[in-house]
């Protein structure tokens, strides 16, 4: 039978541990640097803070942009105009002079004429554009014609101001664009025309839609039985002023405090989705009533982190 010693398992062993001590010690890991790699300095700048817009993304920028565009113009951006604008922001998003910058940009285009015609226009009259009421003017022209021939003057009289009103609602807001005129004669000749009659016949139902389009209230019944009265050629008061024609109504409410409140409000619906408050009604509505104009109201409204979500 063969033998084992242990005293030699345990030499073995013990040699054994000394070698991977040796070899292990003996190790040391070597840099190598390749002769053409390039050796990074720290450049960190002392004290140096990340931009104040930091954490805006491009597509929130982008999809403000866009926004703007829709609500303008009624339309997106084409590519260009969305890097325009892109690059006019990425500077610093949360400034308002560059936010202004872009939005101004739009406010100076046909375009967005174009989409304030329109917006007033489907409040108001169900979107009746150029065609309609180039047409309505051709048919009054005709009966104009057969009136003038058969002298009959309270026709010829009626349709020469029915065509005028036509005519000063399609040019007003080339005329508004151009500052001849403030936004309460803007509302006078979409109130005063064919289309908004037709669409709110009758006494009762004219001085109710004009309340509920221009003041965003129902009117009382004392208001309510008195712009009856003006609508049918009768002596009325309302805000303490006398009229006595349908007409009569609409200048009288247009002249209101409460006419640019409703504006205010109009637009805090359009491009917040919300109710302005009571303060914001206050100063809104004073600058309206100052200026007649609504693009200081419509800037202030853009440019805000509510509306630009940042």
Request: hydrophobic residues 35%; glycine residues 4%; proline residues 2%.
């Amino acid at each position: 039978m063969k033998r084992y010693y242990p005293f030699k398992i345990e030499f073995k062993i013990a040699s054994l541990g000394l070698l991977l001590v040796v070899f292990f010690t003996s190790c040391q890991k070597e840099t190598i640097i390749h002769e053409n790699a390039t050796v990074h300095k720290d450049t960190t700048i002392s004290g140096n803070k990340a931009p104040i817009y930091d954490g805006v993304s491009s597509l929130q920028i982008q999809t403000y942009i866009n926004r703007m565009y829709i609500d303008l113009m009624g339309r997106k951006p084409t590519d260009t105009e969305l890097n325009s604008g892109f690059n006019t922001l990425k500077a610093n998003p949360h400034s308002d002079v560059l936010r202004e910058t872009v939005i101004n940009t739009l406010l100076k285009t046909d375009a967005y004429y174009r989409r304030f015609y329109d917006y007033i226009s489907d409040k108001l009259i169900n979107g009746a554009d150029s065609a309609d009421i180039s047409e309505r003017i051709y048919i009054y022209k005709y009966l104009l014609g057969n009136y003038t021939k058969t002298g009959e003057k309270y026709y010829v009289n009626y349709l020469n101001i029915e065509i005028k009103n036509l005519q000063s609602l399609m040019n007003c807001t080339d005329n508004y664009k151009q500052k001849k005129f403030g936004i309460d004669s803007v509302y006078n000749f979409f109130l005063v025309s064919y289309f908004y009659d037709q669409i709110n016949m009758g006494n009762e139902n004219f001085v109710k839609a004009c309340f509920e389009n221009l003041l965003y209230r129902d009117p009382t019944k004392e208001e309510l039985r008195y712009g009856k009265d003006m609508y049918d050629n009768k002596a009325g008061i309302l805000f303490r002023e006398t009229g006595i024609c349908k007409n009569d109504i609409i200048k009288i409410i247009t002249k209101q405090d409460e006419f640019y409140q409703g504006l205010v409000i109009d637009a805090y619906l359009s491009f917040l989705l919300r109710k302005p408050n009571t303060a914001e009604i206050s100063v809104d509505a004073k600058e309206l009533i100052a200026s007649k104009r609504l693009e200081n109201l419509r800037i202030k409204l853009l440019k805000s982190k509510e509306y630009a979500g940042f």
